[in-house]
Structures are given as C-alpha cells and as structure tokens.
C-alpha cells in the first residue's frame, strides 16, 4: 500500500525566513513525487515533480530514497507563498494516473 | 486552452438520493481522475478513466461509479446518497501520451461541493 505523510499542519513564518514542508512516503516500488499548491480561490495545481529537479517559485524538493521523504523548501519565504501545500505520490511508470496524497500543510507567511 | 470545467459547482442533496457530477477535461486530454475531498479525509482517489475504460478505482464502495465518453468527457455518479458522501469532488485531467515513461501531470478542476442533508 503507498502512504504520504505530511506531519505538518500548519507552519507559520515570518517573510524572508527559510521554510520547509515535511513529506515522507511508503511505496514498495520506484514512487514518483510531486507537491501540488492551492492559493486561496484557485485550484489545486503542480508545483514541483522530483523527476524535473527544478526549481519553481524559488522552491526545491529532493527525493531521499533512503529516508523516504521529499522535504519542500524555499529559502526565503515570501507572503504570496501562502497556500495549502500538498505531497503527493505515483508509482513510477505505472499504468495510468493514481496519486496518493497527504493531508496536507497550511503554509502562513506573516509580513 | 480552456482549463478542466465541472458542473455544478454547488449541489444539494438529502440522504438516499442518486446524484451525477460532470467534468470536461481539457481539449486534447485523454484521461479523467476522480477525487474525494474531506476535512476528515483529505484528497482521495476515486477511479480513473482512459477510453471509455476504468483503468484505475480507488478503495470506495460501488456506489460510487463512473463512465467516460468518446469525446473524454467524464461523469461520476453516487447512488444512494448518505451524510459521510458530502465532500469536495475534484476532477483532474492528464495527456496521456504514447511511451511515456512517468506519470503525467495532472489538471484539477475546480470541483463540485456536494452537501447531503
């Protein structure tokens, strides 16, 4: 059975500190890892994927096969990062689109 | 293009009803993903179709179906209606090229609320 965990609720910062969104998986094969943001009044849209290893929005993710996790983080967080951030999970190559998501971390950048 | 459109944004129903929620992916999509989504929950995989063929269904009972169209338009129905059923439905929308080697980006819709009394 895969599994994402997002251990956070809610983080709070201040603009300008460093953030980091907490992600850990269970999956018995190869996963794919994605993190999908939804801003107040908008749907939920890809943010990231770790098999691009790009940056968007100043954020980066790197998949830990050793510890399971896809941490996000963003150096210095901005107030227009303020959104619901969610980790999701695909197996790799598999056979059509089944993502597995968290419950998902509240992200409040405060001015 | 157009983005993934659902209809209706908002419905009502009382327990025991049958209810259909639509979802118009995005020109040239192929495939359709149904998720649940609760406060309690969180975003749950329904089922997924390709071609007018369920490829994918998550752990739901069968009240809850699906079926897609030639044009890959996509509609879920729930039958028999009970209070834990109201949620957020989203639907997502993906290419599905040919030989692709990893899952395709999915494309939400902005999902229907569906509140059972």
């Known amino acids: 059975a895969q599994r994402v965990t997002q251990p956070e609720k809610l983080l709070s910062v201040f603009k300008g500190a460093p953030v980091e969104l907490k992600c850990n998986y269970s999956y018995s094969g190869s996963p794919e890892l994605f993190w999908y943001v939804q801003y107040s009044r908008q749907r939920l849209q890809l943010l990231l994927r770790?098999?691009s290893r790009e940056s968007i929005k100043g954020f980066t993710a790197d998949l830990n096969k050793g510890e399971t996790s896809f941490h996000l983080k963003k150096p210095f967080a901005q107030e227009e990062d303020s959104a619901m951030y969610y980790c999701a999970l695909s197996g790799q190559g598999a056979a059509g689109n089944k993502l597995t998501f968290g419950g998902g971390t509240r992200v409040l950048v405060k001015p | 293009k157009a983005g993934v459109t659902q209809t209706p944004r908002y419905l009502i129903k009382t327990r025991g009803q049958q209810v259909t929620l639509s979802c118009s992916p995005i020109s040239g999509h192929r495939s359709v993903s149904w998720y649940q989504q609760t406060p309690g929950q969180g975003l749950q995989f329904l089922f997924e179709y390709f071609s007018e063929t369920q490829r994918n269904k998550g752990n739901f009972p069968g009240r809850f179906s699906g079926r897609q169209f030639s044009n890959s338009r996509s509609e879920m129905n729930v039958s028999t209606l009970e209070l834990g059923d109201s949620a957020l439905y989203l639907c997502a929308s993906s290419l599905m090229s040919s030989g692709r080697a990893s899952t395709d980006t999915q494309y939400f819709g902005p999902g229907t609320r569906l509140t059972v009394l």
């Open positions: 770790h098999i």
